[in-house]
């Protein structure tokens, strides 16, 4: 998913259609590409890619070691590591979300996000009821690029750069020291398949969705003019995901620079995100070029699978008119059904707990909103 104008809400429409895979057992892939690293944190929230990754190995070592544990690099741990690593792949995870552990039912993992348990960072995860965050980290999940529909897994990348640490610590899928050793700026640096199992992550949500994880070090990635060779890189580490997903889902900056314009590459369908405001037409406009002229320069398979309108207040006149004008504009690639703006999308994304999990009447029309957007991906993967 992607756009061009920020505060949209890609995040969030990203997370929406992971959460609606999740919850029909779409094996997916989230990659989060935005240096926020929104998506991160709301999925494996334990993971810091604040660090570079050979600080990382380093401490991941030393906490085994205070810990009693083997290290990364003793034999035992590499055992260890292999066994984890045939754990993922018959539970069918991908690997963008936290480490392989145990699945938790829908129900023990509502309970578990909701239950208040304090973050290292000093934060509270809420419960039911509770006032709505201030809402960044649901901007991740909608500004993802969707790749492979008729794959065999789904697999979600999240490479913001203000991943949270520390939500999820103790919980069962929670990532381990050990396997969290990179983020998607290592992948774009080095597409080897050993980085990318490394970054992938099996997440808080359950096993079918995966995280290759986000970090702020993706800026440095994010060159003005990249020649074909970078923008490669990405479809090259996702060529290399281990346990093939169904479903790869890319959550993209707002900015047309290397790291978008690499999603797009990586991508047979585009999805774009936009709110009803002024500047909406301007830039799905420019987002539909940009989508035109990679897949005429790199990808010939890529095609827009529509806009995405989110945030919508029913009962504004401002947003009536720029929904008709968006309609009028660009026709049938104005996807149904338009998202409307509901308190249920900030509370779950604020307690990490996927929209399908969330129990209120507005999660729940929020939900199937999502499945039904999902419903239209899959279609046009099937379609190929």
Known sequence: MLSLKGGVGKTTVALGLASAAVHRGVRTVLVDLDPQANASATLAPEHDPSLPVGRRKRQSRAEASRAGAPSAGSPKS????????????????????????????????????????????????????????????????????????????ADAADSDAAGDAGWWQGQPGAPTAETVLATVADVLASPKRGVV??????????????????????????????????LSRLATALSKLPDEPELVLIDCPPSLGQLTRSAL???????????????????????LEAVQAERTAHRPTLQPLGVVINRVRPR??????????????????????VLPDRS?????????????????????????????????????????
Do not use: C
Not at 127 to 148: H, I, L, N, Q
């Open 197 to 230: 199992a490394d970054a992938l992550l099996t997440t808080s949500w359950g096993p079918e969705l995966r995280l290759l994880a986000g970090s702020e070090h993706v800026e440095a990635h994010n060159h003005p003019d990249p020649g074909s060779k970078r």
């Open 78 to 153: 590499e055992s260890s590591r292999a066994e984890s690593s045939t754990a993922q792949t018959v539970g069918g995870t991908a690997s963008g979300a936290t480490a392989a552990g145990g699945k938790t039912s829908g129900a023990e993992g509502s309970r578990a996000a909701a239950s208040g348990r304090k973050a290292a960072d000093g934060r509270t995860t809420r419960r039911p009821g509770d006032e709505p965050g201030a809402g960044g980290t649901g901007k991740a999940a909608d500004s993802g690029a969707a790749r492979g529909a008729g794959r065999k897994g």
């Open 316 to 337: 504004s006149t401002e947003h009536d008119f720029r929904l008709a004008e968006l309609r009028d504009l660009f026709g049938p690639l104005v996807l149904r059904p």
């Open 344 to 384: 249920a999308v900030q509370q779950a994304q604020g307690a990490a707990v996927p929209i399908h999990e969330w129990p209120t009447p507005g999660a729940r029309e929020i939900a199937g909103m999502f499945d039904a957007l999902l419903d239209r991906l899959l279609r046009s993967g099937k379609r190929r």
């Open 265 to 287: 590459v990586a991508s047979d369908r585009a999805v774009l995100v936009t709110e009803p405001s002024l500047y909406a037409v301007t830039g799905v406009q420019r987002a």
